[in-house]
């Protein structure tokens, strides 16, 4: 599966943001997709992650991202990351990933097999 990551801007501290995550390839239903970020000098972190198990956040998000899939049309084939209340800290490239293992709940990059390319999000103050 090929994963294109996009949707990153520059915003100011409160703004929202939609990251869309959009597969080719294969059906990304099929797929457990996770959302990580690396800012400057900082190692990839894991940000969210939706599976067949459920959704999983950082705490450093929770309650401000929300990580779906529009079920209702499969030709969208799409995951997104609503991100809301931005602050600062949440500066960094975002990036999807996707296993092929559905079921997978980790938060380690090295349990994702498909990457894409970043995309950037700057929060200014």
């Known amino acids: 599966v090929q994963l294109q990551a996009s949707g990153g801007g520059l915003v100011q501290a409160g703004a929202s943001l939609r990251l869309s995550c959009a597969a080719s390839?294969?059906?990304?239903?099929?797929?457990?997709v996770g959302w990580f970020r690396q800012g400057p000098g900082k190692e990839r972190e894991f940000v969210a992650a939706i599976s067949w198990t459920g959704t999983y956040y950082a705490d450093s998000v929770k309650g401000r991202f929300t990580i779906s899939r529009d079920n209702r049309d499969n030709a969208k084939n799409t995951v997104y990351l609503q991100m809301n209340s931005l602050k600062p800290e949440d500066t960094a490239v975002y990036y999807c990933?996707?296993?092929?293992?559905?079921?997978?709940?980790?938060?380690?990059?090295?349990?994702?097999?498909?990457w894409g390319q970043g995309t950037q999000v700057t929060v200014s103050s």
């Open positions: 390839g294969r059906t990304i239903s099929n797929y457990a």
């Open positions: 990933a996707a296993d092929s293992n559905p079921y997978v709940r980790s938060r380690g990059t090295s349990a994702y097999d498909y």
